[in-house]
C-alpha cells in the first residue's frame, strides 16, 4: 500500500471506531463523522485525478473505492445528526445514501475487474463515475437530499457553512471523478494501443458484469419497499420510489429512468453504428 | 402515464427549439462581443454557417453522445415551455451536463477542437460541477425545503439583497466561462476540425447555461424569454469586457463562480 494513501484509511478507520464506540451517535460524534467522509472524499478525489492521469489500474481502483466509503461515511455522519432532532423521515434519507454508496463500493467497484480488464472497460467506468440510472448517482441524489433537508431539522447559524461546504465538496469531488475516469481511459487506451492486445472472454465480459451489478437495482427496491409497507414497521420508511425517480417535488415531470435507458439505447445504436463503419473502412 | 408522456413531449419540444435557436442567439452575443475588437466582425448568423462546415459525415460516437447528454439536459429546463422543475429534476440536469463531459472523452475527441487540452477540460469539471451544486444549494437554502417547486419565484422575491446578489454573481461567472469556452471554440484556430455534433453540444451547453441563469438566478420579474435576452446582452458585455482586457478569464470565472455561490450561502 502507498504511503499517501494512508490518511483517507486512517479516517476510515477514524470513523469506524466512531462507529463501535457508540460516538458517532452523539451531536458532536455526528459532525465529526461527517467532517471524516468529507475530508475523506477529498483526499481520495485527489488520488484518484492522479491515478487517472497515470493510468494506474490499482490506484485507481483503491482510490476510488476510498471514495466511495468517503461518500458513506459523510451520509452515515449527516443520518446520524439528522437522528438527534424528532423527525424520524430525515435521518432515512441519509442512512439509504450509506447503504447505496456502499452497494456502490461492493458491485461496481471490484476493483480486480478494472485492474484486469484492457477490452470494453469504458462500460465499467460508466458505473465508477456515477452517471445516472447507477447505484452511485441515486446514492448521490439521496446525499444531496439529506443534506437540503438539514436546515428543515435545525435552524441555527452552523447549519449553513455545513450545506454550504458539503455542498460544494460534493460537486468539486464528483466532478473530479467524473474527469478522473476520461483521464484514465485516455491513459490506459493509449498504453493499450502501444502494447499488445489480446481478447480473452473474461475480460470482455467482466466490464459488463460490472455495469449490470452497479445498475440501480428498481425492481428489487420496489418489491422490497412493497413488503417494508406492508410490514408496518415503527419508524417511516416512505415513499422511497417516488423520493428517487420522481425526485422530492409533486412536479416531477421526468423520470430520470425513461431519460437514462433512452441515453443507453441511444449509445448502444451509435455505437453499433460506428462499429460497422469502422470496420467497413 | 399520459400526463408524463405529455411533459416529455413538451420538454423535447422545448430542447429541439433551442437547437434550433441556439446558433442565432449566440451569434448575437459573439457579434455584440467582438464591438470594439480589432478585425474583421463576423455576422450574425455566422454559427449556422460554421456548423454547416463542421464534418457532419463523420459520425463520431463521442461528440454525438455529449450532444444527447446536452439535448436531455435542454430538455429539463425550467420555464419556456418546460415545467418548474424540482431539486431531484436539477440535480439530474446537472448530472447530465457533467456526462456530457466524461462521454466526450470516453467515447471520442469530444472538445478536440477547442483549444483547451483535455486533460485542462477534465479537471475543470470539477469547478464546474461544484459551481452547479452549490446553485442547487442556493436554490434550496431559500425555498427551505426539498420540495422546490416555486423556489425560482422565492429568489425573484428576494432580488436586491446581498446574498442574492452573490448567488447571481457566482452563477453568471460559470455562464461567462462557458461563454468564453464557445467563443474560443468557433472562433479559434482549431475551428475547422470541429465535428457537427461536437459544435452543436457546445453551443447547447451555452444555451441550456443561459437560460438555468435567467431562469433561476437573474432577479427581475420578466416572462422567461425577454429574461433570457437581457440576460445574453449582459453576457455579450462581459465577453466584451475580457476581450478588451485580453484576460484568459475561463480558470478565473470557473474559479470564482463556485467561491461566489459559496458566499452567498454563508451570506444568508
Known amino acids: ?109 471490484s476493483g480486480v475487474v478494472i485492474a484486469t480488464s484492457r477490452t470494453g472497460y469504458r462500460l465499467a467506468l460508466f458505473c465508477v463515475a456515477g452517471v445516472p440510472m447507477t447505484l452511485g448517482f441515486a446514492g448521490l441524489w439521496q446525499l444531496c437530499q439529506g443534506t437540503l433537508s438539514l436546515p428543515m431539522a435545525e435552524a441555527a447559524a452552523w447549519v449553513k457553512p455545513l450545506l454550504a461546504v458539503v455542498f460544494a465538496l460534493l460537486g468539486l469531488t464528483w466532478g473530479l471523478r467524473l474527469g478522473a475516469c476520461g483521464m484514465y481511459y485516455r491513459s490506459v487506451s493509449a498504453g493499450a494501443a502501444r502494447g499488445e492486445s489480446r481478447f480473452r472472454l473474461a475480460e470482455a465480459l467482466a466490464p459488463v458484469l460490472n455495469f449490470v451489478l452497479g445498475l440501480f437495482p428498481i425492481l428489487l427496491v420496489a418489491q422490497a419497499e412493497q413488503v417494508l409497507l406492508s410490514a408496518r414497521l415503527p419508524f417511516p420508511v416512505g415513499d422511497y420510489m417516488g423520493l428517487i425517480w420522481g425526485g422530492t417535488g409533486r412536479y416531477a415531470i421526468y423520470s430520470p429512468l425513461i431519460l437514462a435507458l433512452l441515453f443507453f439505447v441511444l449509445l448502444a445504436v451509435l455505437d453499433a453504428v460506428s462499429g460497422r463503419r469502422g470496420a467497413a473502412s | 402515464m399520459k400526463f408524463l408522456m405529455i411533459n416529455i413531449g413538451v420538454g423535447l419540444v422545448q430542447a429541439l427549439a433551442l437547437t434550433l435557436a441556439a446558433p442565432l442567439l449566440l451569434g448575437i452575443v459573439f457579434r455584440l462581443a467582438r464591438i470594439g475588437r480589432s478585425g474583421p466582425a463576423d455576422g450574425l448568423l455566422f454559427l449556422y454557417g460554421r456548423l454547416g462546415a463542421a464534418r457532419f459525415h463523420d459520425l463520431s460516437l463521442g461528440p454525438t453522445a455529449e450532444f444527447v447528454c446536452v439535448f436531455l439536459a435542454a430538455s429539463m429546463l425550467p420555464g419556456f415551455l418546460g415545467a418548474k422543475i424540482t431539486f431531484g429534476d436539477f440535480t439530474l440536469l446537472t448530472a447530465l451536463l457533467g456526462m456530457a463531459a466524461l462521454t ?160 452567498s450561502i454563508l451570506a444568508q
Open chain 1, 1 to 109: 500500500m502507498k504511503r499517501f494513501y494512508a490518511a483517507p484509511i486512517v479516517l476510515l478507520v477514524g470513523a469506524c471506531l466512531l462507529f463501535l464506540t457508540g460516538w458517532a451517535f452523539t451531536f458532536r460524534g455526528s459532525l465529526a463523522l461527517t467532517a471524516c467522509g468529507l475530508l475523506e472524499t477529498l483526499l481520495a478525489a485527489r488520488f484518484l485525478w492522479q491515478a487517472g492521469c497515470r493510468g494506474d489500474d490499482k490506484g485507481f481502483s483503491g482510490s476510488a473505492a476510498l471514495q466511495e466509503a468517503g461518500y458513506a461515511v459523510t451520509a452515515a455522519g449527516l443520518g446520524c445528526l439528522l437522528l438527534q432532532y424528532p423527525n424520524a423521515a430525515l435521518p432515512f434519507v441519509c442512512f439509504s445514501a450509506a447503504a447505496l454508496f456502499l452497494a456502490q463500493l461492493v458491485f461496481a467497484l
Open chain 2, 104 to 263: 466526450a472523452a470516453l467515447y471520442g475527441e469530444g472538445d478536440g477542437g477547442s483549444g483547451v487540452p483535455q486533460k485542462q477540460g477534465l479537471f475543470e469539471a470539477g469547478l464546474f460541477c461544484a459551481a452547479l451544486f452549490l446553485s442547487i444549494a442556493c436554490r434550496g437554502f431559500h425555498a427551505m425545503s426539498t420540495m422546490l417547486p416555486d423556489a425560482a419565484f422565492q429568489f425573484r422575491g428576494t432580488y436586491l439583497t446581498g446574498d442574492t446578489e452573490l448567488a447571481v454573481l457566482g452563477f453568471f461567472s460559470l455562464l461567462a466561462a462557458e461563454g468564453e469556452g464557445a467563443l474560443r471554440y468557433f472562433t479559434g484556430t482549431r475551428a475547422d476540425a470541429m465535428t457537427f455534433w461536437g459544435a452543436l453540444a457546445r453551443l447547447l451547453r451555452t444555451v441550456v447555461l443561459l437560460m438555468l441563469c435567467a431562469e433561476l438566478f437573474f432577479p427581475v420579474p420578466l416572462p422567461s424569454g425577454p429574461r433570457a435576452l437581457v440576460t445574453a446582452v449582459l453576457l455579450a458585455v462581459a465577453l466584451a469586457v475580457l476581450g478588451h482586457f485580453r484576460l484568459y478569464a475561463r480558470r478565473i470565472l470557473l474559479t470564482a463562480a463556485p467561491v461566489l455561490l459559496f458566499l
